[in-house]
């Protein structure tokens, strides 16, 4: 397996769902939702390319720094990259139905850590998203990282409860999917939360708790106040509100109002090592992958386990070329 034989059957696969295109960036598939696409006009999912993109690096040759130290620790885990697997749940209907949910999740995260790092898996209004999710997290030994829906916090606590008998290493909500009328349709409430809700699960959360979907100082510094133990900077892979910014914009604003006081993930458009070491540059202590982790799972855990590994290898060779000895060394000072 390599990553040519992995796009094409992957492209076999997904038909119509998604085109696999050379440079995975929301244009042939925008408004796709579901789908693969970004809402709308797909501006959001673009911006986070177009962002990214904005940036360069200073390659610098002049120095000592030949085997960069890629490792990092994020909820006291140690990962062998600073590269996580973001949650995608609804395959079946996003995605051609290319895999049942449970076997998606189980690639992910079994892949993930066969790479040395972590996986997340999602949440639904088919109860087989956070089902099939968390019974991979069981069998891997806790070695994953569930992500709930904004659901009542009562339900919250209760899933919860749930990923920590699982043996979860952390818990995480996407608050940024309040908006999501399918959940809501199927009689699972989700809404947006005050900073007492997000206090309230955190006092009450039996693992390290992330809110996923911060987009502003605003919101960022009301996680802070929480108390919570991460955010991830991120606006769902632009399918959940039209012309936002794009993640890497708003992610150095957010990392000085949090000022350290809680673990800052990010994704969103991170297509190669080289976007990796650019969103670590602009403060972010890790990412997530989303889409080019799914063309992956076409191959199982091992073509999930195989993206990875080519980003980590891209990440090494850039962090070699900036002079950038480790993960905690990575300044901004190496963007041009
Ligand atoms: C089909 C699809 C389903 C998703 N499902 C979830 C989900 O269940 N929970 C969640 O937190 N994020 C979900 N996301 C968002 C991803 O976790 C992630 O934020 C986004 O895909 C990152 O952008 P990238 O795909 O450009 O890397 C989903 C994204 C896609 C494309």
Known sequence: MDMNSLREAARERFGKACRVCKICNGVAC???VPGMGGLGTGAAFQSNMQALALHRLQQRVVHQVSEPKLSCTIFGQELSMPILG???GGITFNLNDFLPEAEYAAAIVNGCRQAGTLGM????PNPGVFNGGLEAVRLAGGQGIPVLKPRDNEAILEK???AAAAGAIAVGMDLDAAALINMTRAGQRVGPKTKEQLAELKRHAPLPFFVKGIMTEADAEACAWAGVDGIVVSNHGGRVLDYTPGTAEVLPEIVEAVDGALTV???GGVRSGTDVLKMLALGADAVLIGRP???GAVGGAAGVALVLQKMAAELLAAMVMTGTASVEDVTEDILW
């Open 30 to 32: 925008a408004g796709e």
């Open 86 to 88: 973001a949650p995608i």
């Open 121 to 124: 898996t999602g949440d639904g």
């Open 160 to 162: 919860m409860q749930e």
């Open 265 to 267: 993930l990010v994704d």
């Open 293 to 295: 982790l799914t063309v």
